[in-house]
């Protein structure tokens, strides 16, 4: 899914407000500043814990979205509320701006982003969870394009969402030639209002997570293909702020026990993503 650094600095609201640096050094000496006072408070606390507080992207289907009553729902949130079912926490799911979801993991304003959230290339500046999907970014295209290989994207204008693991494989240095050979690159805020544009003609291309491209194609009829070639494969894993292993280990555990009951798999089944759960790979290391 999504990618970005963590934010660089807590020293002053003023600072968390006016956005910050992606440097990986940056963030990680923020992180770990953060860490030490959360993970011990995590640590006494947990015992006593009422409320679990989810960040997650509210227009990410399948992962979290809102549905048709107005109702906030989603493979993961649909987790997330299992595991508080197991523990006895109210859930509070909490919809973010993506761009803040660093700030808003910092300042304790939520416990954890579970949301198709990316490990790859950030596994040291959160404290994960193991992987629980394994995903890829795929190419989407109106299907009748005549595009049908990354090599015919040359010359035209491709879609991604701000942030992303998509747009981190677009700007990575082995993908240069290709994302050179656009004719622009514009980056969308979500989804949704991608798509509106790949409808209208306004970008030729899309790239993105699988899960989601599998949503949207199956929601949006045949006027979209998915091309064969990935623009890249990841995992995804619930990300806590650096330290807070007390918190991670719980939710681990149940994750865990609701893949044994059989809960998770179910779960996955509903929103088409049983053939990308990666669990039992990671479940008895």
Do not use: H
Request: aromatic share 10%.
């Amino acid at each position: 899914m999504k990618y970005s650094a963590l934010s660089c600095a807590f020293l002053v609201s003023a600072v968390l407000l006016s956005g910050c640096s992606s440097s990986s050094g940056t963030s990680q000496a923020a992180s770990d500043s953060k860490a030490g006072s959360t993970t011990s408070a995590a640590a006494s606390n947990l015992a006593d814990k009422k409320t679990f507080t989810v960040g997650f992207d509210a227009e990410f289907p399948p992962y979290g979205y809102m549905d048709e009553n107005g109702e906030y729902t989603g493979f993961d949130l649909e987790m997330a509320q299992a595991v508080a079912d197991l523990e006895g926490w109210e859930l509070v799911k909490q919809p973010i701006d993506w761009d803040s979801k660093d700030m808003e993991l910092s300042s304790g304003s939520i416990d954890c982003i579970w949301n198709g959230f990316t490990m790859d290339g950030r596994e040291d500046a959160y404290t994960f969870s193991d992987p629980y999907i394994d995903n890829s970014q795929v190419w989407v295209v109106p299907a009748d394009s005549g595009i049908s290989t990354p090599a015919d994207l040359a010359g035209k204008i491709v879609g991604v969402q701000k942030d992303s693991s998509a747009l981190a494989a677009l700007e990575s240095d082995e993908n240069a030639d290709l994302t050179n050979s656009f004719a622009k690159l514009t980056q969308y805020g979500d989804y949704n209002t991608a798509f509106m544009d790949l409808e209208a003609g306004g970008i030729d291309a899309l790239a993105l997570d699988v899960g989601v491209a599998d949503y949207q194609l199956k929601n949006r009829g045949d006027a979209f293909v998915k091309l064969d070639d990935l623009l890249a494969s990841e995992k995804y894993g619930i990300g806590f702020l650096k330290g807070n292993t007390e918190l991670k280990d719980k939710v681990q555990e149940d994750i865990y026990t609701l893949y044994d009951e059989g809960k998770v798999t179910e779960l996955a089944d509903k929103y088409n993503l049983g053939d990308f759960l990666c669990i039992e790979e990671y479940k008895n290391k």
